[in-house]
T-cell receptor, first 115, second 112 residues
């Protein structure tokens, strides 16, 4: 089954404790991206990657890091989480050079709480 | 500055009637627009899209209309069904930027 898989789905952590949210897709998509969803703000793009070793900042990259060492994986790293990073996070992928519609395929989300 | 706006946080419609969800944008460089549907505890799923070279795109019960001069798009669902109850996000993109700007979402409730 074609899917985007995120882990963990739920996490409660404390300020300053490094964490990684993993994202993996099995559709051989070139494009992957991270979003955060907050009440009243919709989905905001954090980082995106157009292919292996190619990453770029979205609209809200502060406090986050990403890496794209393999095509299928795009982990989101919070080096020193703070309470303002409490949010619902979504990973998405897209067949950048194939899909005429530009549609994104989203994972199920990771709810992160930073105390 | 919100470049993509969905000014109605919620909408209730009777089953069988038309649902109209609206979206406004400010950036004239946007040339591709998408609608996503999101159920609770799930990720958004793609619904329908439209390129700026068109003013209408239809897929079954779903039709998206684009008014470039007004920088406005709308999603029509006819007839509405209870299973359509979800949060709907519109998104906009500019070709070549690989960045998608999402609106804040509209929660649609279809009443049986």
């Amino acid at each position: 089954e074609a899917q985007v898989t995120q882990n963990p789905r739920y996490l409660i952590t404390v300020t300053g404790k490094k964490l990684t949210v993993t994202c993996s897709q099995n559709m051989n998509h070139e494009y992957m991206s991270w979003y955060r969803q907050d009440p009243g703000l919709g989905l905001r793009q954090i980082y995106y990657s157009m292919n292996v070793e190619v990453t770029d900042k979205g609209d809200v990259p502060e406090g986050y890091k990403v890496s794209r060492k393999e095509k299928r994986n795009f982990p989101l790293i919070l080096e020193s989480p703070s309470p303002n990073q409490t949010s619902l996070y979504f990973c998405a992928s897209s067949p950048l050079f194939v899909s005429p519609t530009g549609e994104l395929f989203f994972g199920e989300g990771s709810r992160l709480t930073v105390l | 500055d919100q470049q993509v706006k969905q000014n109605s946080p919620s909408l209730s419609v009777q089953e069988g009637r038309i649902s109209i969800l609206n979206c406004d944008y400010t950036n004239s460089m946007f040339d591709y627009f998408l609608w996503y549907k999101k159920y609770p505890a799930e990720g958004p799923t793609f619904l329908i899209s439209i390129s700026s070279i068109k003013d209408k795109n239809e897929d079954g019960r779903f039709t998206v209309f684009l008014n470039k001069s007004a920088k406005h798009l709308s999603l029509h669902i006819v007839p509405s069904q209870p299973g359509d109850s979800a949060v709907y996000f519109c998104a906009a993109s500019t070709s070549g930027t690989y960045k998608y700007i999402f609106g804040t979402g509209t929660r649609l409730k279809v009443l049986a």
